[in-house]
C-alpha cells in the first residue's frame, strides 16, 4: 500500500538512489507504532492458554446439559408443575370460601 499524505516537516528531505532504485523519505514512525502494538497483541494471544480456557468452557456446558436433559430434572419438573396447579386450586377454593365472611 501506498499513501501519499502531505506532512509538515522540520527539514528538507531530499530523494536519493541506491543501486538503481529510488529512495523515497517516508514517514514510518506511524507505521512502527502500529507494527509494535500488533506485535504486542499477537503475543499476548500466542501466550494465552486457549486450550484450557476452551476446555474450562465447554466442561461446564457438557455437564449442564446432561443434567437439564435428565430423567431426574423431568421428574422435579413435573412434580414442581404438579404442587404449582395444586396451590393455584387451594387458593381459588380459598378465594371463593372465604368471600362471604369478608363482605
Known sequence: MIALN???????????EDGGYLIIPNQARELD????????????????????????LNNPLKHTDNTVNSSDTTKVLEAMRVSMQNLSD???????????SLE
Do not use: E
Open 6 to 16: 502531505f506532512v509538515n516537516l522540520d527539514k528538507l528531505f531530499v530523494s536519493k
Open 33 to 56: 507504532n502500529i507494527m509494535t502494538s500488533v506485535s504486542t497483541i499477537a503475543s499476548k494471544i500466542a501466550s494465552m492458554p486457549l486450550d484450557q480456557i476452551s476446555y474450562n
Open 90 to 100: 387451594m387458593s381459588r377454593k380459598l378465594n371463593k370460601g372465604a368471600s362471604p
